[in-house]
């Protein structure tokens, strides 16, 4: 049997001072009682990432402006709108 700690006093493991033992509570990182102002709350993004949340769709569709997005309005090759004469860099 523990004690009720409705009278109990407990020891803020960050700061050190001395509050009642109902007031303390665990902290979300390193599982230490602490007070309310030393209470650090954790991100949700620090939280594992829930892989059965369906993120991935069933049949994705591929977009249809991307090739006409990745085209130049110049007929040459890159290269040579570039200034390059070999995918190396080398200039010509």
Do not use: W
């Amino acid at each position: 049997m523990y004690a009720s700690g409705k009278n109990a006093i407990g020891e803020c493991q960050r700061c050190g001072f001395v509050y009642p033992y109902r007031s303390l509570r665990k902290d979300g990182y390193t599982n230490v009682l602490v007070c309310n102002t030393c209470y650090d709350i954790k991100h949700p993004a620090e939280e594992p990432i829930n892989l059965a949340e369906g993120i991935g769709l069933r049949r994705p569709a591929p977009d249809l402006d991307a090739t006409a997005s990745r085209t130049l309005a110049d007929s040459r090759p890159l290269g040579v709108v570039l200034g390059f004469t070999d995918f190396f860099g080398e200039q010509s």
